[in-house]
Nanobody
């Protein structure tokens, strides 16, 4: 069993910053390596890859957030963070945390939301112009 709980969303002006957190818990994570990722979905759009922190401590970013967002992970707290800076109205979306319990995959694998089988409920981020 795996639970993911996001927090930190809210309303921010364009150019501002927010930090999202996702706490991972559950017996399904005990003693195993796993990847935590962030995805987002705006109304009427497909779910989009934002960032991932893999089981092997690699980080990946979607093209639209490179240079503005930073993903980090605190294993002691089973928490992954998404520091978002220079936010723009097009960053407005529901942001979801996701976990993938498999290992040994290469980069493109982590960009596909279908490869993650555990999801949080999401946190709304709204950027006003």
């Amino acid at each position: 069993q795996v639970q993911l709980a996001e927090s930190g969303g809210g309303l921010v002006q364009a150019g501002g910053s927010l930090r999202l957190s996702c706490v991972a818990s559950g017996s399904g994570l005990t003693g195993r390596s796993y990847t935590l990722g962030w995805f987002r979905q705006a109304p009427g759009k497909e779910r989009e890859f934002v960032a991932a922190f893999t089981w092997s401590y690699r980080t990946y970013y979607g093209d639209s957030v490179k240079g503005r967002f930073t993903i980090s992970r605190d294993n002691a707290k089973s928490t992954v963070y998404l520091q978002m800076s220079s936010l723009a109205p097009e960053d407005t979306a529901v942001y979801y945390c996701a976990a993938d319990l498999s290992i040994g995959n290469s980069a493109p694998y982590y960009f596909n939301h279908r490869n993650y089988n555990h999801w949080g409920q999401g946190t709304q981020v709204t950027v006003s112009s």
